[in-house]
């Protein structure tokens, strides 16, 4: 299990130990005057802040990366980070919420400029702080069947699946990113922070069910997948997986799987 399970899990992964959802955790580490001056600021960081720091990333790329990069990362997991998990833990989770909002992803508003309803507010209700933000007003109240439907789909559709933090161990966002996802760019793209953890799985390739068509391969967005000229089969990049189980949408015959993270020695400790 990944460090945060151990600090926040109580013997299970954190983002299914409900507490982490609660009014009590939210008051221990948060308050409605930060979250609303954070949220607030939300869309002018992503703009200028994240800006500015790829710029002197690519200005000072040594430096950046020894001093720099380790720096933004420890802040992040304190104040706002996500970590992946597959469409099925997902799902799972929203059967224990009463309050479920969608809400415009501010991400895409930022990277592509169109309004896209990617994210849900889940666990405590915040829509008291999110109807005094203009970014953040226009939510959609749903059920639990209704959001389980929209996150099946948009897994179909390639989107990860990721829990948020309001200051850890506060989850309060289940996000739903592509390569537009600013925390992607943030990570994979621009390389100048840690900001989405790697999910408590690996995938698994089943060599006698693949057909090598590499469906998978062109899903993935981290370069998880590979395929073998030789043998004319696609396997998984250990390292490089996220476990995120989006490929499997793809598979149409069924030859991918997810195994815990920590059964794999290879990628046990790859968060």
């Given at each position: 299990m990944c460090q945060f399970c151990t600090s926040h899990g109580e013997g299970k992964k954190w983002y299914e130990n409900l507490s982490n959802y609660t009014e009590e955790v939210f008051n221990q580490v948060n308050s409605e005057q930060h979250l609303k001056a954070y949220l607030s600021n939300f869309a002018r960081s992503l703009r200028v802040d994240i800006k500015t720091a790829y710029r002197w990333k690519k200005r000072m790329p040594r430096l950046y990366n020894f001093i720099f990069y380790p720096l933004v990362t420890r802040h992040l997991k304190k104040t706002h980070f996500g970590q992946i998990i597959p469409v099925e833990d997902a799902v799972n989770l929203l059967d224990n919420f009463s309050s479920i909002v969608r809400l415009p992803c501010i991400c895409r508003k930022v990277t592509i400029a169109e309004e896209k309803r990617f994210c849900y507010g889940i666990g405590m209700d915040l829509t008291p702080i999110f109807k005094d933000i203009p970014d953040f007003r226009d939510f959609d109240r749903l059920t639990a069947h209704e959001a389980k439907a929209q996150l099946r789909q948009l897994d179909t559709e390639g989107n990860t699946h990721s829990v948020w933090t309001f200051n850890t161990p506060f989850i309060a966002a289940l996000c739903n990113c592509d390569r537009d996802c600013m925390a992607y760019r943030v990570q994979i793209t621009m390389k100048i922070g840690k900001v989405m953890w790697k999910g408590e799985y690996v995938a698994d390739i089943d060599p006698l069910l693949c057909n090598g068509c590499r469906e998978c391969l062109q899903r993935c967005y981290f370069g998880g997948i590979a395929y073998d000229r030789k043998n004319k089969k696609c396997t998984i990049q250990l390292m490089n997986?996220?476990?995120?189980?989006?490929?499997?949408?793809?598979?149409?015959?069924?030859?991918?799987?997810?195994?815990?993270?920590?059964?794999?020695?290879?990628?046990a400790h790859a968060w």
């Open positions: 997986c996220y476990g995120c189980g989006i490929c499997r949408a793809v598979c149409r015959q069924n030859a991918i799987r997810l195994l815990d993270r920590s059964a794999v020695p290879e990628a």
